[in-house]
C-alpha cells in the first residue's frame, strides 16, 4: 500500500499555446502540475499563439524543434521545483489533433541513443525532414480534400471509412499537400507521427505508434476495422503506410521510458509509457465519460462529446475510435454560434444583463408554447448554413403577412428525438402535421419562409437556448449516440455557470445536467489513463 500510495503518474498535453502536465497519485488527486507558454517562454521560435501564419492565411504550422525544447524546459522546471521523478510510474499525454510532424530519416537511430549529457533538443535538431509542422488551424488543403473524396466515392463513402467527410486540417490531406508541393521533403521523411505519437516517441526513445483514437482524425484510417484504409492512403501518397507505421490501441502500453530519462532526470527504468492520444480524446478521459453520457462546452463555440456504442458516420461531426473502451466509439460535434449568439440576444432582448436573461427563461413555458428559432449569425459548421430564422406556434413566421420578396416550402425533420424530454411534449402540441414511419411518430414541420420579424422579447431568449439544444440532440441521435438509463450531462465552459440555461439543457436531453470543471482535461485525463494503463499492464 505504501508504494501505491507513493506513486504518481504524469499526463502531458502538448497543446496549440502551452506543454503542460499535471501528476496525479493512486487516488487520481493531482499532486503537481505546471506548464512553459511557447510564445513567452520560446521567444526564439517567434510564434503567435503557438504558431506561424504564412502568408497565404490558409497555411498554419508550427516548428517541431519547439515542442522539443518545451518539453525540456518542462522538465527542468519540474526538477527545479523539488518533484521526484522517481516516484512516476507511467506516463501518457495528448497532442493537438491532426498536426503531423515529418521525421528525417536516420532519425529512429538518434532517438535510439540519446545523450542524457545534453537537451533533447540539441539532439534532435537535425531530426526532422519538414521544419515546420502543419497545425490544426491549417484551412490550405481544400483542394486534396476534394480529390480525397472523389477517390472514394464522395463524403458520406469516405465519412462511413474514417468516421469523417474531408477537413482541411485533417492530417491527410496534409500529408497530400506535402507529398506534391514538398516531393522532397516527403522522401526524406522516414516516418510521419501525430504530434500525439510524435510526444510518445520522444519518452520511448523510439518511433511509437499512431494509437486508434487520434489515427480517427486523419481521414486515412478505416475506424471499423482500426487499420488503414489502402483506397483512402492510395489516394494521398506513395508508400504512405511504411511511413505511418503501424496502428496501437489507444490503452496500449508501448513499452519503458528511455534510459535518457531515467539517467538524466531519475524517472525509474521501469516506467511505463501509454499511448499518447489526441487532445479532445483526452479531454473525454479527464471528464470521465461512460457509456450513455455527453459533455457540453458551452463557449464561444459549442462542442458535444458522446460516447457512443453504435456509431452512425454522417457528413456533419467526427466519429473517432474510444480513447478508454477500445471496443465503444466517441463523437464530436462542433457548432461555431455559441456565446457570442447568446450574447447577442442576451443585449438585444436583457439589456445585457443576464439576470433578465435568466428571468425570460423562468417565464416562458417548456416549448416556447410553440415558437422556435434557429439562430446562425455566421456561418454555421452543424450544419453548413447561416441565418436566423423563427417559426411560431402556426407553424408561419411572425410578421409572415408583410410583403415577402419570395417564399419557399421547407420541411423540418427532427425525427423521434423530439418525441422525447419535457421540451418536446410541449412542441408536440404545435406540430402542423406528421406521419408514422417504422412505427412511431415522425413529425414533420412545413413553414411559409417569409420576411424575418423579432418575438416579444421573452420568447426569443427562449427560442434561442432551446434551438440550440434541441439542435445538439437531433445531431447527436443523427450519429448514432442514445439515451439510456442512467445517462448524464456534463456542462463546462462559461454559459454552464447559468442555472436556467442548464435547465434548459436537461429539458431537453430528459437527464440531469451536472457542471464540471475541466481546466486542463485533455492532460489530466491522460494521467487517469497513465494510472489506468499502468495497473491493467502490471495485473
Not at 504564412?54 to 522539443?68: F, K, N, R, Y
Not at 477500445?326 to 450574447?343: Q, V
Not at 457542471?515 to 487517469?528: E, M, P, Q, R
Request: glycine share 8%; aromatic share 10%.
Amino acid at each position: 500500500m505504501a508504494e501505491v500510495a507513493d506513486s504518481c503518474f504524469l499526463g502531458f498535453d502538448f497543446s496549440t499555446q502551452q506543454l503542460k502536465v499535471v501528476a496525479v497519485d493512486g487516488k487520481f488527486d493531482v499532486v503537481h502540475q505546471s506548464s512553459v507558454q511557447f510564445d513567452s517562454e520560446l521567444p526564439e521560435f517567434r510564434t503567435h499563439g503557438g504558431v506561424h501564419i504564412h502568408a497565404d492565411q490558409l497555411t498554419v504550422t508550427s516548428p517541431a524543434l519547439m515542442w522539443v525544447k518545451a518539453l525540456d524546459v518542462l522538465l527542468e522546471k519540474m526538477r527545479n521545483a523539488g518533484f521526484d521523478f522517481s516516484r512516476v510510474k507511467a506516463v501518457s499525454g495528448s497532442g493537438q489533433q491532426h498536426g503531423s510532424v515529418f521525421w528525417r530519416k536516420g532519425a529512429r537511430q538518434t532517438l535510439n541513443h540519446l545523450d542524457p549529457r545534453k537537451h533533447l533538443h540539441e539532439l534532435l535538431q537535425d531530426s526532422f525532414a519538414l521544419q515546420d509542422s502543419p497545425v490544426w488551424m491549417d484551412s490550405s488543403t481544400s483542394d486534396q480534400c476534394q480529390y480525397l473524396e472523389a477517390a472514394v466515392g464522395g463524403a458520406q463513402t469516405l465519412a462511413d471509412i474514417t468516421g469523417s467527410r474531408a477537413y482541411e486540417r485533417f492530417t491527410g490531406n496534409q500529408i497530400a499537400k506535402i507529398y506534391r508541393l514538398k516531393p522532397n521533403e516527403f522522401i526524406e521523411s522516414e516516418r510521419i507521427s501525430l504530434i500525439s505519437s510524435f510526444a510518445s516517441s520522444l519518452f520511448l526513445g523510439d518511433y511509437a505508434s499512431i494509437d486508434f483514437s487520434d489515427g480517427s482524425g486523419m481521414n486515412l484510417m478505416d475506424i471499423f476495422k482500426k487499420q488503414w484504409s489502402q483506397v483512402c492512403l492510395n489516394a494521398t501518397a506513395p508508400e504512405l503506410a511504411e511511413k505511418l507505421g503501424d496502428l496501437t490501441p489507444s490503452t496500449a502500453v508501448l513499452g519503458c521510458v528511455s534510459p535518457y530519462y531515467s539517467e538524466r532526470y531519475g524517472f525509474p527504468q521501469s516506467c511505463a509509457v501509454l499511448a499518447f492520444t489526441g487532445d479532445n480524446p483526452g479531454s473525454l478521459a479527464g471528464m470521465r465519460l461512460q457509456e450513455g453520457d455527453l459533455a457540453v462546452s458551452l463557449g464561444t463555440s459549442d462542442t458535444v462529446f458522446l460516447w457512443i456504442q453504435d456509431p452512425k458516420p454522417t457528413v456533419e461531426g467526427h466519429i473517432f475510435c474510444n480513447p478508454v473502451d477500445c471496443s465503444a466509439y466517441m463523437a464530436l460535434i462542433c457548432f461555431k454560434n455559441g456565446s457570442f449568439t447568446r450574447e447577442r440576444i442576451r443585449n438585444e432582448c436583457a439589456g445585457g444583463s443576464w439576470e433578465r436573461f435568466s428571468s425570460a427563461l423562468r417565464s416562458t413555458p417548456m416549448g416556447n408554447n410553440g415558437n422556435l428559432g434557429i439562430y446562425f449569425d455566421v456561418m454555421e459548421i452543424t450544419p453548413p448554413t447561416a441565418g436566423v430564422h423563427r417559426f411560431n406556434a402556426e407553424g408561419q413566421r411572425p410578421g409572415s403577412h408583410a410583403v415577402v420578396d419570395r417564399q419557399l416550402a421547407v420541411s423540418v425533420e427532427f425525427s423521434s428525438v423530439l418525441m422525447c424530454g419535457n421540451v418536446a411534449v410541449r412542441l408536440k402540441e404545435c406540430f402542423m402535421g406528421a406521419e408514422t414511419v417504422s412505427g412511431y411518430l415522425k413529425p414533420v414541420f412545413v413553414f411559409a419562409l417569409a420576411q424575418v420579424a423579432a418575438f416579444d422579447r421573452e420568447v426569443e431568449i427562449r427560442a434561442l437556448v432551446e434551438g440550440q439544444f434541441l439542435a445538439k440532440r437531433v445531431h447527436a441521435e443523427k450519429l448514432g449516440y442514445k439515451i439510456i438509463q442512467g445517462t448524464r450531462v456534463l456542462a463546462t465552459g462559461g454559459a454552464s455557470a447559468n442555472k436556467d440555461i442548464l435547465q434548459v439543457l436537461s429539458d431537453v436531453f430528459n437527464a440531469p445536467v451536472y457542471t464540471i470543471d475541466v481546466a486542463n482535461s485533455a492532460c489530466l485525463g491522460c494521467a487517469y489513463r497513465a494510472l489506468h494503463g499502468n495497473n491493467s499492464f502490471c495485473l
